[in-house]
């Protein structure tokens, strides 16, 4: 049913497929930012905490019977370290998007959303009707308030951007919160990227720029990348909680999270808060090490590599595991322009990394 078109994608070289790689290369493509994957101790902690409970999962919705001490100790865990009034747990990032588009965008609201926010919220969109969507060019501002001021609406005004982008690693202008503030828009923002990696407490994005979380402003993280576990989350006041509760339907008609996933993410929360001076300096390391080997100057923990072309950078990964290593050769249309996507994880050696930026400089 499919061949042509199947024949049409590996012709184009975008066709992907699973892959299980030997655990023995050394990880430079995933978004285990801080290297929890593989910490043993995180992982006995939260099964040692499951196991305490009669039930061992969620059995229902979180509306039914399946929320549980352990999603709560979360939240509360959550709200109280990022200054929120309320948090959410949410069974994936992708849930977390679908959730906050599909149900806080109402009639007559118009959503403004990044035109490089993702897959997941870009998706979400779908669901509303085709004149509640406006574009606005990636992290401008300007574009941003120029389509505000020009769009005629009695509804609310939503704003949707990512703390850090999952591709090119770019981290949001504050001026952003800026205008949400000057037009009263209800921001959302996804931290999936950004917390556990940037911030005086690597707590995201707020946290990076000393914002003050206010009524309007949302926040959404996922547990599957700095956090090692998986899952996600959303930050809100109560009101903007309480109200997905009751309207979300990727919040409604969902099991409710694995306990023993929120368990090992609230390890990493208390490990993370416990330990930031410390993993704030092996980030730092590595960010100098890509600014003095490959000349970018990333403020996050994504290292977009331009190279431009489908064959070349399926070319350049296949040499970087010959030598026991693996990136990230990431192509259309999940951006638009072919690149390596180097994930300088503070578990890999400096001596490993520098070893790789050698390897696919051209």
């Known amino acids: 049913m499919y061949e042509k078109e199947l024949k049409a994608i590996k012709k184009s070289n975008l066709y992907r497929q699973r892959t299980i790689f030997d655990e023995n290369l050394i990880d430079l493509a995933s978004n285990d930012y801080l290297g929890f994957s593989s910490n043993e101790l ?3 902690n939260a099964y040692e905490n499951v196991l305490k409970q009669k039930y061992k999962s969620p059995k229902a919705s979180i509306l039914v019977n399946g929320y549980s001490t352990i999603h709560k100790n979360f939240e509360d865990d959550l709200k109280k370290a990022n200054h929120f009034e309320d948090a959410l747990v949410v069974g994936s990032g992708f849930l977390a998007n679908l959730s906050l588009i599909e149900a806080l965008v109402r009639k007559g609201d118009t959503l403004f959303i990044d035109e490089e926010y993702h897959a997941s919220g870009i998706l979400a969109t779908k669901l509303l009707k085709k004149e509640q969507v406006i574009l606005f060019s990636h992290n401008d501002y300007r574009d941003l308030e120029n389509k505000i001021k020009n769009r005629s609406s009695k509804g609310r005004f939503v704003i949707a951007i990512e703390g850090v982008y999952s591709m ?9 919160f800026d205008i949400a503030t000057k037009y009263d828009a209800l921001l959302i923002v996804d931290e999936a990227h950004s917390s556990g990696v940037i911030g005086d407490n690597l707590l995201g994005i707020f946290d990076y720029y000393k914002i003050k979380p206010k009524k309007n402003h949302i926040k959404m993280g996922t547990l599957g990348k700095a956090y090692g576990s998986y899952g996600a989350y959303i930050l809100a006041s109560k009101e903007v909680i309480e109200f997905l509760i009751n309207r979300a339907k990727a919040v409604i008609y969902t099991t409710a999270p694995s306990l023993f996933d929120i368990s090992l993410a609230n390890e990493s929360l208390k490990y993370i808060l416990s330990n930031t001076n410390e993993l704030k300096t ?6 100098e090490i890509i600014k003095e080997y490959l ?3 990333v403020k996050s923990l994504i290292v977009a590599y331009e190279i431009g072309d489908n064959k070349k950078v399926l070319e350049i990964q296949k040499k970087v595991l010959e030598k026991g290593y693996i990136v990230g050769a990431i192509r259309q249309p999940t951006v638009k322009s072919a ?4 994930i300088p994880k503070i578990d890999v050696s400096t001596n490993d990394l520098q070893n790789v930026c050698n390897i696919i400089r051209i």
Do not use: S, T, Y
């Open 339 to 342: 690149i390596i996507r180097l």
């Open 168 to 176: 090119n690693g770019n981290i949001a202008p504050k001026e952003i």
């Open 282 to 287: 092996k980030i730092n390391k590595r960010q």
């Open 42 to 44: 995180l992982f006995k």
């Open 295 to 297: 000349n970018i100057d």
